[in-house]
Every structure is written in structure tokens, then in C-alpha cells.
């Protein structure tokens, strides 16, 4: 087998597959790594298949742009789909194999079962999508079952969704150990994402704003700074910049994302932008 | 070793044991089957012991009396616990492994996951157990993971839970087959619970008339009558014995336990009598 060859990705579409490809690894003691995935894949999403390779001698991705974390309102018609583009970064990766099931493969009919972890889905993200976590969790829970990886590498972009993840995993003596990758950025600081798609040429100049407002507000907090005016001051730079609406910028216990009460934690926030709504965190502390 | 040291029942109460014993087994390609009980055990879980080490090579059996499956008003603390005559049983049987945890080895600080089965668990004994199954779903689903079981066996006496461990468990990609057993009654046709222990001698008389009573209504059913009128017969027959108040007496399909629309089905019932609440359910069709 020539080296193009075993770098050359397989792709399935049923579970049977996948864990037959995944079975012939564990018979060789080889360790699998995990990176579920929605597609549209920029170079955030290959700094977790990069992860992956070097914890594991085997990567699986996922691409499911699953329904069930998207309320009727949001974008789960529009949501960037392009698994062309997606396999050619996968195989540059030197991702081993890719899952890409439909959705019927994933919730056939008479499907009723939903993983919830309650608290932490109530919570920022979550009490401005109040269904998005448990959409998240019965998904993610059913990848990490169905492939039944070593590791599985989720980026801290999303960083209240790793914390949900972490807990399930945890509370349901999931055996994957669940790894988080920090977050990779624009030259000016923007998160990437798969939605900055939806931003104008003009929406994009003001988006790095969210992140540049919370590393300070993280900095002055770290100083031992009032908590509460770092955040205000942080709130009114994103309005002033150009967001016409902020969710939230807060600052939490970085574990729990339980109200931040000294020591080490995290300033995380949402804001609308045109179509899109940007997301972002910084680590202090 | 002599034939007596494999029979003999090892007993763990962490997870990580349970799991070193089972992997043991795994590398000697033996089946395992699980039998999660809730102890107090009689001749209805001899049965899934049984079924189990004719399904499987080594039979792990669970005993955990699970706090989250009571509402507050209901018998948690009461609920007989006897783990000596209990070790005797599983001993007897055959069984190779008791996994008896702690309630914080099963939830420990931070817990915060549950796993629903949406539709099943809100009907029957979910109308009156608005969060029983939610319970049985976590905890199982728990059991499963921890075990890893090929197969994992379940009591026909609690259909609904049943039909409810199948749903999670092909909805959530557990590898573990779900088997049912069917219960096992006294002489008289009580179905053998660790409840029955609260009746006194004069309701122990009058406790046979629910599966009467229903066995009745199926036969009845199953020849084609009305099932309305068979229901409402076996509710007045299971209230002239002596039974003082009657839950539900219902047929249902056998699998989704959608309402009954004819061919195969189930006769379910609940009804209280002094400190117990029986439940039951026969097949038809």
C-alpha cells in the first residue's frame, strides 16, 4: 500500500460501517480519535483533526449538520453545506475516515430518546436557545457510542458546548476521553466560523470587536479588577463598534460556568451581527 | 480451580472494577450478559439469571436501589434491601458478578446528566410517575456503559420499562441487546414483586383478582370483542375484590404501546392496595 493510499480518506454513511472500519483498528490496538463535525470545515476544524493525529493513530471525523439543535427559527435550512470542499481538507488533514450519515441514519422513525444535562444547558447559549444543548448532547452521545472512539476533540469556540459535553461524557460513563482545542483565529482576532459566511464585507471589519472587548475585559478581571464594570465596559465597546444587540457577556467558573467568584474562569459572549449571531470566550486566571 | 471457585460470586462496588472483570472476560471471547436489579431478590430474577448464562458465558447481575426512579412521597427509604440473602440467590444461580455500587459511586457530586424517552414515559405508569422513567432510563443507560454487555436482560413484569430500555438503547446506539423474560407468578397468578413483601395477609388474598382480571380482558380482546367494555369489566372486577382504587386497565400496542387498533397487543393495569401498588400486564392477539 502505497502512503497516498493509507491516507487516503474512506467515507461511510451507515453506523454498521463505521464500526466495522473502527473495530479493525481496535484488533490492531490502534487508538482512535474522534472529531464530530457540522462541515463547511475551515482551518478550526483542522486544528482538531491535527489534535486528533497526534493523540490517536487513527482519525474519524463527522459531518451531521443535525436538526435537533437548530430551533424552527434558526439556520438549519441555510446552515453552510459543501462536503466536496469538506473531503479535500479532510484528506489533507490526513484524516483516516469520514462519517457523514443522513439524517434518517441518525433519527429513524419512532426516535424518543433525549440525553439532557440539566443546568449547565439552561445558561447563556442555552437561555437564548433553550433546546440547542439537548440537541447537542443526545447527538454527540450517540457519535461517541456509535464510534466508540479513544478521544474524542471538540474546539473551545464552543466552549459551553465542550463543558455540556465533558458532563455527559462523565455522567454517563462514556469511556472517550473528551479533549478540548483552543480556538483558532483571524489575523484580527475573530473566531473562526462556519457561519462568519454570513457576514457583509462591512460586518466583517466590526466583527473582530467581540473578541478584542472580552481578552480586555478577561486582562482587567485577571488584575483583580471589579468583575461587573469590566463587563459593562465590554458590552458598551461591541455596541459602540457596530453590534446592534449583545446576548450576554459574562464572565464564569471555567469548569462549572457557575458565577464567577474569583480565581481562574472565562468571559464568554454572544452577539447578533446581520444574519449572524458570533460567539466567543477567552480563558483568565 | 475447582468447580466451586468458578461458581462463586465475586462482588464489586466500583465501576473500574466492574470493568477490568468484564475486559478479562472479552479477551477470553466470552459473552456477558447483565442483569440490572434493584435487589430483594426472588424466583422473577432467578428467571433472568437463568435466561441470562443460557444467552451468554458469564452473567454479571447489578444491585442498586436507584434513589432518582421515587418521587419524594414514594418508598426509596422503605424499599426492602438485603443484600446477604440476596448473594445467596445470585450464588445459587450461577451468577459470576454482583455490581453493587453506592449511590455516589453512581451519582457522584456535579451530576447533572438524565436521559428521557420522550412519548413512552409520560403515558401508563408515567401519568403516575411523572419522573419514574426518567430514573430507569438514566440509570440503565448508565448500567449499560459501565457494563458493556452483549445482552442485557429485563423482567416482562415491568413492560413499560421495557419497552421504554429498548427505545433508549437502539435510539442511543448501545450495542447491548435488550431481552425481555417473562414474569414469573405465584400459584395463584400474582406476578412475583419485591413489593408484594408490603401486603398484608388479607390483601395477599385479594391481590390475584388484577391478573384475573386482566387475563380475562385479553382473552376477551383477543376473541375479537369490544375492548372498552373488557377494560371496564376487569376495573370493576379488580374493585369488587377488594382493591380500592385501580390506576389504569389498558390495551395498548405491544411494542409502541400506542392505543390499541387492533391485532397483537397488551393488557397493562395498576392498582393500589393498602401500602402496595401492583402493576401487571398480560399479552394478547
Known sequence: MSVADTTSLVIVRD?????????????????VALVPTMGALH????????RGLELADRVVATIFVNPTQFAPAEDFGSYPRKEAA???????????????????????????????????????????RPTHFDGVATVVTKLLLQA????????????????VIKRLASDLDIEAKIVGVPTV???????????????????????????????????????????????????????????????????????????FEGGAGRVLAAARLGRARLIDNVAFG
Open 185 to 259: 483565529r483571524e489575523a484580527d482576532g475573530l473566531a473562526l466560523s462556519s457561519r462568519n459566511a454570513y457576514l457583509t464585507e462591512e460586518e466583517r471589519k466590526i466583527a473582530p470587536a467581540l473578541h478584542q472587548a472580552i481578552t480586555d475585559a478577561a486582562t482587567t478581571i485577571a488584575k483583580g479588577a471589579n468583575a461587573e464594570a469590566a463587563l459593562k465596559t465590554a458590552k458598551e465597546r461591541v455596541l459602540a463598534a457596530g453590534f446592534p444587540e449583545v446576548d450576554y457577556i459574562e464572565a464564569r467558573q471555567a469548569e462549572t460556568l457557575a458565577p
Open 43 to 50: 482551518r478550526g476544524h483542522k486544528a482538531l483533526m491535527t
Open 148 to 163: 466508540a472512539p479513544d478521544v474524542a476533540l471538540f474546539g473551545e469556540k464552543d466552549y459551553q458546548q465542550l463543558c
Open 86 to 128: 469538506d473531503v479535500r481538507l479532510l484528506n489533507e488533514a490526513g484524516v483516516h475516515l469520514l462519517f457523514a450519515p443522513e439524517v434518517a441514519t441518525m433519527y429513524p422513525p419512532g426516535f424518543s430518546t433525549q440525553v439532557r444535562v440539566n443546568g449547565l444547558s439552561s445558561i447563556l447559549e442555552g437561555a437564548h
Open 15 to 31: 453506523v454498521d460501517s463505521l464500526r466495522q472500519r473502527v473495530a479493525l483498528w481496535r484488533r490492531e490496538r490502534l487508538r
